[in-house]
């Protein structure tokens, strides 16, 4: 097909594209779909945030107050929001604290913007402004704040952790920091290398979550817990090897199909005979190998129960292959794909295996004792009484648990509650105040888009963010770094809402990587200056 140059970029492109260029039509239309994101996820920010109730495209309601679940699960489609949503999910990834932090100043950095964009300024001079203030926040300006806190001295001491877990649970669930940051602490601990330097992976401490009691009744296995009951008669053993088969326990069927052809009664009989013997052969050999307890990947047929019952076995099965991992983790057994005995290696061993009824519900529980060298795996068994409660404490525990792994890694934390953000904002502004360029507004933009967690940590806590902010820049002005939000302070007569030495603290890691990840979303979505959309694929369902 031949070009017409005259059609311009409507000829050149398929039909049904669409394209937005120029300040007007692509970058304040960016800057607008990423304030209302960051609208939508501030006021969820710190202890007092609100929930936010979202119903997925399935249907299934999800109330919480984790940015990084609220932004996943509006399915978001503006390219520019995306990328804010994907740099959250990069902080969740990495730090498991501080995405709404990415987000909000993300969002507030481009607002900021609108005003530079009126007084006359490129979107290159903002750029170059953003950029420069970035890399003097985290050379200069972030670093020596780290200083004023005493950083965590020793990840295998369980207050040192709790210090650094607790604001990282409040800040998800405020009021039950007390009792699950012993939880996260002893569970961090329990799979936590045994020489060198403290380090253990999230993965190794799961949650079971049971329906029912409250959170007070949580409590932390050094072990694998299953949400589901044992197969056999027998529901205790002590001291056990274990063998877990990927496959169900049952007479297995061939590749190939064939017919057996049977002319009497006695051939019927034999047959049978021979299927018992071989499935007997089988249970009999795996018992002289000294196994107590079995898992199966898969059903476990009749005949085989009647004879891991005569050997005196226990019998558990397992549908799923993740949780099927997890236990051969916890065990240090071997999946095998075959049915047989097991070597000595392909076998793993646990302390006490029983069964236990919980909020009415059968549970089996793999514990080691303390101090075992089998167990990598620790598991919260998690009680409260709904199931949006259960998913949303869940969340603030592996945040917590991120928190934990990042701190053993390094040790540094930064003041809380606003402090570090008031103070940077501060210093900012003063850096601005000697740069000679265009880029001057921009930097101190950049110093006033800080403002906005303390802002909005005294507006969420339902204090006057502008007494709260004034005093907070006084208290900064003054020398006191630590100056932070005292959400506490709502309707006490005389208080200024501001503690002079804030006891809550911040990881430096999630702090520097949260900056730097709203720093670089902000940047790439401000360079660009046309957004060039196909037609979406599809059939004849209509276009959107």
Request: proline share 3%.
């Given at each position: ?140 300006f972030l670093p020596p704040l780290a200083e004023l806190i005493t950083p965590m001295a020793d990840g295998r001491v369980k207050e040192e952790l709790e210090r650094v ?62 949400l589901r009951g044992l197969e056999t008669t027998l529901t205790t053993a002590k001291d056990a090897k274990v063998v877990v088969f990927g496959c169900g326990i049952e ?58 019952e005569r050997y005196g076995m226990v019998c558990l099965r397992i549908g799923s292959k993740w949780e099927l991992r997890r236990l051969c983790v916890a065990t240090g ?212």
């Amino acid at each position: 097909m031949a070009y017409n140059q005259a059609a311009g970029l409507g000829g050149m492109l398929k039909k049904g594209h669409k394209s937005m260029q120029g300040l007007q039509g692509a970058t304040l239309r960016n800057v607008e779909a990423c304030h209302e994101i960051s609208t939508i996820t501030r006021t969820s920010l710190g202890p007092n945030g609100m929930n936010k109730l979202v119903v997925n495209h399935l249907g299934k309601i999800i109330v919480t107050s984790d940015c990084a679940t609220i932004v996943k699960e509006l399915e978001i489609e503006h390219p520019a929001a995306k990328m804010l949503q994907l740099a959250a999910e990069a902080q969740d990834f990495e730090c498991g604290d501080g995405t709404n932090l990415v987000v909000s100043f993300a969002g507030e950095l481009l607002s900021q913007t609108e005003d530079l964009f009126r007084m006359g300024l490129h979107p290159s001079d903002v750029v170059a402004g953003y950029t420069k203030a970035g890399e003097k926040l985290m050379e200069d300006f972030l670093p020596p704040l780290a200083e004023l806190i005493t950083p965590m001295a020793d990840g295998r001491v369980k207050e040192e952790l709790e210090r650094v877990v607790k604001p990282v649970l409040a800040a998800k669930q405020l009021g039950s920091e007390d009792l699950l940051a012993p939880l996260v602490a002893e569970a961090c601990l329990g799979t936590m290398s045994a020489s060198g330097k403290p380090s253990f992976s999230a993965e190794s401490v799961r949650v079971a979550k049971i329906l029912g009691g409250d959170i007070s009744q949580s409590h932390v296995v050094n072990g694998f817990v299953a949400l589901r009951g044992l197969e056999t008669t027998l529901t205790t053993a002590k001291d056990a090897k274990v063998v877990v088969f990927g496959c169900g326990i049952e007479a297995s069927a061939t590749e190939a199909k064939g017919t057996v052809l049977m002319k009497n009664a006695d051939d019927l009989k034999n047959y049978n005979k021979t299927e018992e013997k071989k499935m007997e052969e089988i249970i009999k050999g795996i018992a002289d190998s000294g196994v107590k307890v079995l898992v199966a990947g898969g059903s476990v047929s009749e005949m085989a129960l009647h004879f891991i019952e005569r050997y005196g076995m226990v019998c558990l099965r397992i549908g799923s292959k993740w949780e099927l991992r997890r236990l051969c983790v916890a065990t240090g057994a071997t999946a095998l794909v075959r049915l047989g005995a097991p070597t000595p290696d392909e076998m793993g061993h646990c302390d006490h295996v029983y069964q236990k009824e919980v909020g009415g519900k059968p549970i089996t529980v793999f514990a080691q004792a303390d101090g075992s060298k089998t167990s990598k795996l620790s598991t919260i068994v998690l009680r409260a009484s709904t199931s949006s409660v259960l998913a949303d404490i869940e969340r603030a525990i592996d945040d917590g648990v991120q928190a934990a792994r990042v701190a053993c890694k390094n040790g540094k934390l930064v003041p809380g509650a606003g402090a570090t953000e008031m103070e940077l904002s501060l210093k900012i502004c003063a850096f601005a105040d000697t740069c000679p360029g265009l880029d001057q507004y921009a930097i101190r933009a950049f110093g006033k888009a800080l403002e906005v967690v303390p802002r909005t940590l005294a507006e969420n806590a339902g204090l006057d963010q502008g007494k709260v902010l004034a005093a907070l820049v006084a208290a900064h002005a003054n020398g006191k770094a630590c100056a932070g939000v005292d959400i506490d302070a709502m309707g006490i007569d005389g208080a200024t809402g501001v503690c002079e030495e804030t006891k809550v603290y911040d990881l430096y890691q999630s702090k520097a990587s949260a900056f730097r990840l709203a720093i670089d979303a902000a940047v790439t979505v401000l360079r660009v200056d046309q957004i060039i959309m196909s037609k979406a694929a599809g059939g004849g369902g209509g276009g959107r």
